[in-house]
């Protein structure tokens, strides 16, 4: 979650004062007003809307909203042609290492902290959202005062690669960074494996930086004095770099900046960048008012598309869009006409209820278990809800199970020791039990849900009575079974669980097919739970008892 | 005016008549003050006598004092001492029968005592000065006579134990010297019970042993037969006092809220979903245009398991490549590889919008209109707190319908709020990855006066439905936060309590009103 943060004098006196219709406007932009005070104001931005991660990017986008300056519709940015040595040369050896960049050069600009801040702020959180944490996008800004144009990206032998990073004291090659830098440290996954590292250099070699790690300490670091600074976003998705570099170079215009193109010389091709040319979308009239519910004519639309930042040509049965070359999230018309909808105000829509019939139905199997649980509940039995994971230790070192005979599914790289999906309900009942030992007894609890046999899920129903005999267990089973109006049995058990005293376990069938075991715990598992308490139990599978009644 | 003993006297009656029969075995016995003897004297034990006490205290029949009190008793050593006699005293007999001066060592050796006990006796016996000592030898002081008395303290250790507050001043002084000694004594801090009939108490207790042979305890079915209660009376209760609290047998409440949800659904005219807690990627995430290298994908949120299932048939997986890669209904997809091997990876299900999938696929034209419901435990890889959870309950609806639009969308949402108690609703723009136009619903919490977060809503991208059901259809989606409503209703502030079955809370938490 994506949260900005500026000066509430600044947006007063810029956008409007903040009065409950401007909390309701702002909330109906689709930017959550997350916390204000006299002085800040925090808002939600959306992972759809990285162009509005900065101050200068909500209030462009903003202000289109609320219509102000009589001026709605695509925003124009006048951007200079490249002059002489703004050039990027980008070398072959970057295949497969980070093969793109994107560069720009921002001039007359009036640094001070706060505008600083703003673009370290909006940098990183690009950086987290849309850049995949640096994976797929990484930002350099360089104040070009100490830079010496042309640049070169390259490739190069990570022990080959020397200069100062950020925050060090000394010059470190490419290996060091990766291993003793912070950040290095940090970002150490995204070049670790790979032969050569990315660097940018100027003419007289000086390294700017090595993305997506770090910048150099001496050509890397904007402040108050930096009036002009170089731009770039290297990764593997030139489209989305380009789009983060306007994302940038708007809202360093927005400050007051003039906006240098450079000349990006990929072998023989070269691209100029930031283009920011709009691309063109259709949307048809109908489907729009139909995905609405509305029946908005063409001006009609046309007025709310320009309030969302768009230009708009009218083609007949369809509209014409032209997107802001920073907007991210258009793939599809509907996300246009989401537009549409949030201009017309969300609030404005009249909900309406479809007269269409359709008959509500449970599924069959939870009637089953309801009626189970109302049986077991009529006996005074309290139900449980636990985890669908559960410890290994009470799965099987608890029960006297040994692990390394069993087959369990365990969960890669899980923050808890809830680490594997539970077996059955049983050990789970005494896990209560031996965290309920000072509660009032007699303890009668049950519980119905999934377990796991490796990868096939089955629905269970234990049922433990403390302090309990086998015989109240069979009482309460034969209950049950009567209730349901099935025919369950005990039989002798070929072969006894661990867990239960031999002699006092039966094993239960329905209809000749074994479905489960009752029994009396035996005092060493109590003793491993520290229950002070007999124990009686049986689980059973419930599957053929659904069976039985979806036939 | 002789209407107002009369009345008195009905009074005395009807308490004594009230009297149960804890209270009535003791009442005859209170003149007695010690209470081990009135538990001899009524055959009860101490604990229903302290209850009968109690219950007197209440109807006013006696003045009944619960206090404290400190009671001295003899340590390990003091026990050993009341048999066998105070070490000194074995230093004053030998003494006594040699008769003469003996050096420290010869007593020593003599009375076989220890070092400890040596130097307390003779520290005792130099204070009480009954021996002399000089160049390291020991002398007698006194007569025979004086010998053969008992010194304060053995008088003391032979009447314990006894209540400090009871000592005489010299037996305060043995007391002190005592207790510097070690494992003599024992103070103990013990309940102190006193107890006197009020003025209707003795009244009352004249009365009781009279009336009490005439009441009708217990009804039996001897009774009821032999109609033994004719000319009798039935023993009054104390309809106030408490009594022992009992439980019953109730449902989980997790589960008392899913099925209100349940309810719900079912009276909108939805059909129950259900799926494996188990799924794959591919249902998981890439039919619902998750992008292979969203973050929500690493292990870092999301439980996988180390093994791989098969793909549905080709059609659907080809389709949902399609949509990935280059797009489909005119989108432009999110331009990547996709990967089968990554599609085919096995997690435990992050949403139950996977079973909106499945539905949706199984799906024909002539199904339409249908509506379905899911309600159920998803999972994130995460660590607990108060807020956070491994597990969590979620519910969500979806309706397919040709002619289905964002204000049938609002139509619905304001039904459900209304089904759950919320009277108001309003709309907000959000966003989720598969739905396009997205919202939230806030409703209004009239006992708070706030408005709260309760549903996520919005429409299926034509991304989702195109590969899913063949071709773009509308799908109006939402769930609301169920969990959290959850927690409000039980009005629970720690997650972690949904599974915690606290048998004591479970027992007392409140049964679901619907």
Not at chain 1, 29 to 54: A, C, H, Q, V
Not at chain 2, 392 to 400: A, K, N, P, R
Request: hydrophobic share 35%; charged share 30%.
């Amino acid at each position: 979650m994506a949260i900005i943060k500026f000066s509430r004098k600044q947006f007063e006196k810029e956008i409007g004062k903040l009065d409950e219709s401007m909390q309701h406007k702002i909330a109906m932009f689709g930017t959550t007003l997350e916390s204000f005070d006299n002085k800040k104001i925090e808002i939600e931005i959306f992972p759809n809307r990285p162009d509005l991660l900065s101050y200068q990017g909500f209030k462009r986008s903003f202000l289109i909203f609320l219509g102000k300056k009589g001026k709605t519709g695509l925003k124009q940015y006048k951007i200079k042609k490249p002059g002489k040595n703004y050039t990027v040369t980008i070398a072959p050896s970057l295949k497969n290492i980070r093969p793109f960049t994107v560069c720009a050069i921002v001039k007359n600009l009036k640094f001070d902290d706060e505008k600083i801040k703003e673009i370290i702020d909006m940098q990183e959180k690009l950086h987290m959202t849309v850049g995949r944490n640096r994976k797929k996008v990484a930002i350099g800004i360089y104040p070009l005062e100490k830079i010496n144009l042309p640049i070169k990206f390259e490739a190069k032998e990570p022990n080959k690669i020397k200069f100062r990073p950020l925050e060090m004291n000394r010059e470190m090659n490419g290996f060091q960074i990766l291993q003793r830098h912070p950040t290095g440290k940090h970002y150490a996954h995204l070049l670790s494996g790979k032969p050569k590292f990315p660097i940018f250099s100027d003419s007289k070699g000086k390294v700017l930086s090595m993305p997506p790690i770090i910048n150099s300490d001496e050509t890397g670091k904007i402040n108050e004095k930096t009036t002009k600074v170089f731009i770039e976003c290297s990764g593997f998705d030139f489209e989305i770099q380009s789009k983060v570099l306007n994302m940038i170079i708007t809202t360093l215009a927005d400050m007051g900046g003039t906006v240098y193109a450079m000349r990006l010389k990929y072998g023989n091709k070269t691209i100029i960048t930031p283009n920011l040319k709009p691309e063109k979308m259709k949307i048809k009239k109908e489907n729009t008012n139909k995905l609405l519910g509305l029946k908005l004519n063409e001006k009609q639309m046309k007025n709310l598309i320009e309030k969302m930042g768009y230009d708009c040509n009218n083609k007949g049965k369809e509209l014409q869009i032209f997107i802001p070359a920073w907007r991210a999230d258009i793939m599809h018309e509907v996300d246009l006409i989401e537009d549409i909808a949030i201009a017309y105000g969300f609030d404005n829509f009249e909900p309406e209820i479809p007269n269409i019939s359709t008959i509500g139905e449970e599924d069959k199997k939870e009637i089953i278990k309801r009626k189970i649980a109302n049986i077991l509940i009529g006996l005074g039995f309290l139900e449980l809800s636990n985890y669908h994971l559960t410890k290994k230790d009470d799965q099987f070192k608890k029960m006297k199970t040994n692990e390394n005979k069993e087959k369990f599914i365990e969960l890669k790289e899980s923050k808890t020791e809830y680490t594997i999906l539970r077996k059955n309900l049983s050990h789970y009942l005494l896990k209560i039990f031996s965290e309920n030992v000072d509660i009032e007894y007699p303890q009668k609890i049950f519980e119905s849900g999934i377990v796991f046999d490796e990868l096939k899920e089955n629905q269970n129903l234990a049922v433990a009575v403390s302090p309990g005999n086998f015989t109240e267990s069979k009482q309460i089973l034969e209950y049950l079974s009567k209730m349901l109006d099935i025919k369950i049995n005990v039989r002798k058990p070929s072969q006894i669980p661990k867990h239960f005293i031999e002699g006092r376990t039966a094993e239960i069938i329905l209809e000749n097919k074994a479905i489960g075991y009752i029994g009396e715990i035996h005092p060493s598992i109590l003793k491993n739970w520290h229950i002070k308490m007999p124990v009686a139990i049986f689980e059973i599978s419930l599957q053929e008892i659904f069976e039985k009644f979806l036939d | 005016m002789p209407k107002e003993p009369k009345k008195e006297i009905d009074e005395i009656q009807k308490i004594a008549e009230s009297l149960s029969e804890i209270e009535r075995k003791i009442i005859p016995y209170l003149e007695e003050r010690d209470i081990k003897k009135l538990e001899k004297l009524s055959e009860l034990d101490r604990v229903s006598i302290v209850r009968a006490l109690n219950f007197l205290k209440n109807k006013g029949l006696i003045k009944l004092e619960i206090g404290r009190q400190k009671i001295i008793e003899l340590g390990v050593n003091g026990v050993l001492y009341k048999k066998k006699g105070l070490p000194e005293r074995k230093f004053l007999n030998i003494l006594e029968e040699i008769r003469k001066t003996l050096s420290i060592e010869e007593i020593k050796k003599q009375s076989k005592l220890s070092n400890n006990e040596f130097t307390a006796a003779l520290g005792a016996l130099k204070n009480k000065a009954l021996i002399e000592l000089k160049d390291k030898k020991i002398s007698l002081k006194t007569s025979k006579e004086e010998l053969m008395e008992k010194t304060f303290e053995e008088k003391l250790i032979e009447t314990l134990p006894r209540p400090l507050d009871k000592l005489a001043p010299e037996e305060l002084q043995a007391l002190e010297n005592l207790k510097k000694r070690k494992n003599i004594i024992e103070i103990k801090d013990q309940q102190k019970i006193s107890y006197s009939l009020t003025e209707l108490g003795i009244e009352v207790s004249k009365i009781s042993e009279k009336i009490s042979e005439k009441l009708i305890e217990q009804i039996t079915p001897n009774l009821i037969k032999n109609q033994e209660y004719k000319g009798k009376k039935f023993r009054r209760y104390d309809i106030i006092s408490p009594v022992s609290k009992i439980y019953g047998g109730k449902r989980h409440f997790t589960n008392q809220a899913i099925d209100h949800a349940r309810k719900i659904w079912t009276d909108m005219g939805f059909k129950e979903m259900t799926g494996s807690l188990i799924q794959s990627s591919f249902w998981n995430f890439d039919a619902l245009f998750t992008a292979q290298d969203h973050p929500v994908r690493e292990m870092q949120d999301t439980f996988f398991i180390d093994k791989q299932t098969e793909l549905p048939d080709k059609k659907i997986v080809t389709a949902i490549k399609k949509a990935h890669e280059n797009g489909v209904d005119g989108s432009k997809g999110w331009r990547y590889k996709w990967q089968e091997q990554e599609a085919k990876k096995l997690v435990l299900r992050t949403h139950t919008t996977c079973l909106s999938a499945q539905t949706i696929a199984k799906l024909n034209q002539k199904d339409l209109p249908a509506k379905f419901f899911a309600i159920g435990t998803n999972f994130r890889n995460e660590t607990v707190d108060w807020n956070h959870g491994f597990e969590l309950l979620q519910s969500e609806g979806i309706v397919i319908d040709e002619n289905a639009n964002f204000r049938h969308l609002l139509g619905y949402l304001k039904q459900f709020a209304k089904k759950m108690g919320f009277e108001k609703i309003r709309f907000r723009p959000a966003y989720f990855p598969y739905t396009e136009p997205s919202l939230e619903g806030d409703v209004w919490d009239e006992e708070k006066k706030q408005w709260i977060e309760l549903i996520a809503a919005g429409i299926f991208r034509p991304e989702v439905t195109e590969p899913l059901f063949g071709k773009p259809i509308p799908v109006l989606a939402w769930g609301p936060g169920f969990g959290r409503m959850l927690m409000a209703v039980f009005n629970i502030k720690d997650i972690r309590e949904l599974n915690k079955n606290d048998i004591e809370q479970l027992r007392k938490i409140k049964f679901l009103v619907e």
